[in-house]
């Protein structure tokens, strides 16, 4: 399970963005998170990830409590959890080759013997050719680029996988090829899926259930809205 | 649009000044590198007869007050103040770049105590604080570059920093670590890789700078010795006959530091053109 209990989270602490959420997950789940733009749905994201400190509030990842986030959470939590941002510009570092982007997680976990091996086994999936493969990310498209974060995020095999408007920057082929990818690595693997999105028929025709931001966040009200079986109230 | 307007001609005059300031570059190198070793003559050899002559085939930069080779001094010179200026710019270089990314990656107290630290350095005139700290030692080289080097880090360490704070937050950083990358890897492989082109433009740019003051300081009696040939030095001594209408053995001198430094910052330049496309455009506009 992943499981957030009434997560207050922001950048100023007299006003936190995300203010008491919580959200269940259960493996093998999909559950989209909606929100209109600024309500706070990327933070909490960011909070299930492990990257960004909730104020007050709880995770439990697989049933360990998460202590620390960041660098402050153990290297097995953290790669628990594979992400995919919305900005593929922003999240490619822009020394890297689209090769080295994808394989950069497996050099960092002591993986190096792996990387042939996974690299050309999810460049085909996500649709990258091996041409493409050698290039910068300023040589590539948005949706190339995407296609190389989202190979990057699944490269650790994780067992959550969290979107964060990852086709906002998209067109609606690329949107549908990314989708596709998640979904077969959902039913190969049986990870848990958050995708957060503004979008309301992209994530009810994608997740098996979608809350909205207001069902899950209750300000003021300390009621678990989220029931932990992960049935939506 | 401004490209079309008049970006060729602009960019023409930017060609000869880069090629010009290479030029130069080049050839102080190769004087100072290969002149010592391959002329086999005593910068030091005083020739009270030959006292103070101007220009001719034999000197081409004429004699100094006690009648040794200009030409010569002037390269043993400028050998001196390179190397005072390669040094105190490199060593003020790591320095600042050491303090300002360390204060950026552990933020929080540290970061402001560092910053507050140089701000402190900064409000004294930094020829002021150099003074001070050659005053302690004995005239030499060390001192002169102790002293440059530790009043000219701040700017470099305030550039780092702002670099390293605007890189940590963005979201290929929360990608490495959500990946597993140790804090280590984050600053050897993505922090400090998209710095160090800063850093050095920052350490080129700041030769030509150590080395004004490396002149000024000699020049006030405070750097290196006065039997050694610097740059600085030979201004200073040719003061004396700049009175009685001897010009050039201020002139030479004075041209073998302001050449080479407009030089050096001219490539500089060109190079952060380079590397800073943003800064070019405005420029451009």
């Known amino acids: 399970m992943l499981e957030l209990t009434r997560v207050t989270a922001g950048y100023d602490r007299r006003e936190p963005v995300v203010r008491e959420v919580s959200l269940s997950l259960a493996p093998g789940e999909s559950l989209g998170l909606l929100g209109p733009s600024g309500c706070g749905k990327s933070t909490l994201a960011r909070v299930a990830a492990l990257l960004h400190r909730p104020y007050a509030g709880t995770v439990v990842l697989d049933g360990e409590p998460v202590r620390g986030w960041r660098h402050r959470a153990p290297r097995a939590q953290r790669t628990a959890v594979g992400v995919v941002f919305q900005q593929p510009r922003l999240s490619a570092d822009p020394r890297l080759t689209l090769r080295e982007l994808i394989a950069q997680p497996l050099r960092a976990t002591g993986r190096r013997a792996e990387v042939a091996d996974r690299v050309a086994a999810l460049a085909p999936a996500v ?100 029931g932990p079986g992960g049935q939506s109230s | 649009m401004a490209e079309t307007d008049f970006g060729p001609a602009r960019r023409t005059t930017r060609r000869i000044r880069v090629t010009a300031s290479a030029g130069i570059v080049a050839a102080v190198l190769l004087a100072v590198l290969l002149v010592p070793p391959l002329v086999q003559l005593d910068q030091q050899a005083v020739d009270l007869a030959a006292k103070l002559r101007p220009p001719s085939w034999q000197h081409p930069f004429g004699t100094d007050d006690v009648g040794r ?121 993505h922090l400090l890789p998209a710095v160090l082109p800063q850093a050095g433009l920052a350490a080129v740019l700041m030769v030509p700078h150590a080395m004004w003051h490396e002149s000024a300081l000699s020049f006030l009696g405070l750097g290196l010795p006065t039997h050694q040939a610097s740059l600085g030095n030979l201004v200073q001594t040719a003061r004396g006959s700049l009175l009685a209408g001897d010009w050039w053995p201020t002139l030479f001198p004075g041209l073998f530091l302001v050449l080479p430094t407009l030089a050096l910052a001219g490539l500089a330049g060109a190079w952060r053109e380079r590397i800073n496309p943003r800064r070019r455009s405005e420029l451009m506009l």
Do not use: K, N
């Open chain 2, 69 to 189: 080779d200009l030409l010569l001094r002037c390269v043993y010179g400028l050998r001196v103040s390179l190397l005072v200026g390669v040094v105190a710019g490199l060593t003020a270089t790591v320095i600042g770049t050491a303090v300002g990314a360390l204060a950026a990656a552990f933020g929080g107290w540290t970061d402001r105590l560092v910053m507050r630290l140089v701000d402190t350095f900064s409000s004294v005139p930094h020829l002021l604080l150099g003074i001070f700290i050659v005053a302690m030692f004995r005239p030499g080289v060390g001192p002169v570059i102790v002293s440059v080097a530790l009043t000219h880090w701040l700017s470099t360490a305030r550039i780092v920093r702002s670099e390293v704070l605007s890189l940590r937050s963005r979201p290929f950083i929360d990608a490495a670590i959500s990946g597993g990358a140790s804090r280590g890897r984050v600053v050897v492989r």
């Open chain 1, 127 to 226: 649709g990258l050719t091996p041409e493409l493969l050698e290039r910068r990310p300023h040589e590539v498209s948005d949706g190339q680029l995407q296609r190389a974060c989202l190979a990057r995020a699944l490269v650790l095999r994780p067992r959550w996988l969290i979107c964060d408007e990852m086709t906002a920057m998209l067109d609606a082929s690329t949107t549908a090829a990314l989708v596709a990818v998640v979904e077969s690595y959902r039913r190969e693997s049986g990870a848990g899926l958050l995708a957060v999105g503004h979008d309301r028929v992209l994530l009810e025709r994608w997740c098996d259930r979608t809350v909205g931001w207001q069902e899950c966040s209750a300000p003021g009200a300390p009621q678990e809205v989220m």
